[in-house]
């Protein structure tokens, strides 16, 4: 069992930075790989990046290349989405997702949302331009 608890979502200006977080609970956090998604108003629940286990590989959406950053750190028990650049069409809510069964990260990518097993509750995040 994994919980996942999204936090640091608020509003930011087009061009901003704001990193957010995702803290987990549970002893298999450190050996499984982790995703971010985000849904905005209207829209499907889509992949935004994904982290190895070790934190060696990663992956992400065309969209968001260059501009977002996914990091983790085992010891405690977090995963990181530091977002630069930040535009209008990055505004959603970010949720943090894990499936012990999908083990890379382009797995990850190539999986609709609802194959992950483990959701937090999302923290919102705006950019007003």
């Known amino acids: 069992q994994v919980q996942l608890v999204e936090s640091g979502g608020g509003l930011v200006q087009a061009g901003d930075s704001l990193r957010i977080s995702c803290e987990a609970s549970?002893?298999?956090?450190?050996?499984?790989?982790m995703g971010w998604f985000r849904q905005a108003p209207g829209k499907e629940r889509e992949f935004v990046g994904a982290?190895?286990?070790?934190?060696?590989?990663?992956h992400y959406t065309d969209s968001v290349k260059g501009r977002f950053t996914i990091s983790r750190d085992n010891a405690e028990n977090t995963v990181y989405l530091q977002m630069d650049n930040l535009k209008a069409e990055d505004t959603a809510v970010y949720y943090c997702?894990?499936?012990?069964?999908?083990?890379?990260?382009?797995?990850?990518?190539?999986?609709?949302?609802?194959?992950?097993?483990?959701w937090g509750k999302g923290t919102l995040v705006t950019v007003s331009s």
């Open positions: 997702a894990a499936n012990p069964y999908i083990t890379t990260t382009h797995t990850m990518a190539a999986m609709p949302a609802s194959a992950m097993d483990y």
């Open positions: 549970g002893r298999m956090f450190s050996s499984i790989a």
């Open positions: 982290i190895s286990w070790n934190g060696d590989s990663t």
